[in-house]
């Protein structure tokens, strides 16, 4: 199976188990989030769409990268007060943190301090 196809199976999946309850496929309601450029993006089907509509099926919302992990939690809180699967709202939560927190630039590493006998012999040298 090509990678492409197995992502395209897992769409809507939020855990990536091979359940009914986490399935995109089998379920009128699913959230998928994604990493974008432009930040992070959750995509609901909208219940009232026609089975053969795609772009207008779905409603898009995003979570920009730096909006942090409150951001992320009332977004998919908004969606679990409508109604709309709110079994998922911890799995969605784990999902939009989790990439909000990959997207972060890390902080940089501070220089190695120099123990032991060499510190000894710097500090000998520079007197």
């Keep these: 199976m090509s990678s492409d196809l197995q992502w395209l199976l897992l769409r809507g999946n939020l855990r990536n188990l091979h359940s009914y309850k986490f399935s995109g496929l089998a379920n009128a309601k699913t959230l998928d989030i994604t990493d974008s450029s432009s930040g992070v993006q959750i995509t609901a089907r909208k219940t009232k769409a026609v089975a053969g509509a795609v772009k207008?099926?779905?409603?898009?919302s995003s979570v920009r990268p730096r909006s942090g992990s409150r951001r992320a939690q009332g977004i998919v809180a908004q969606?679990?007060?409508?109604?709309?699967?709110?079994?998922l709202r911890t799995a969605a939560l784990a999902r939009v943190s989790a990439l909000v927190a990959a997207?972060?630039?890390?902080?940089?590493?501070?220089?190695?301090?120099?123990?032991?006998?060499?510190?000894?012999?710097?500090?000998?040298t520079s007197e």
């Design 79 to 87: 969606y679990a007060k409508r109604g709309y699967r709110p079994d």
């Design 103 to 124: 997207q972060k630039e890390p902080k940089p590493t501070p220089p190695k301090k120099i123990r032991g006998k060499k510190a000894q012999a710097v500090e000998a």
């Design 56 to 60: 207008s099926a779905y409603a898009k």
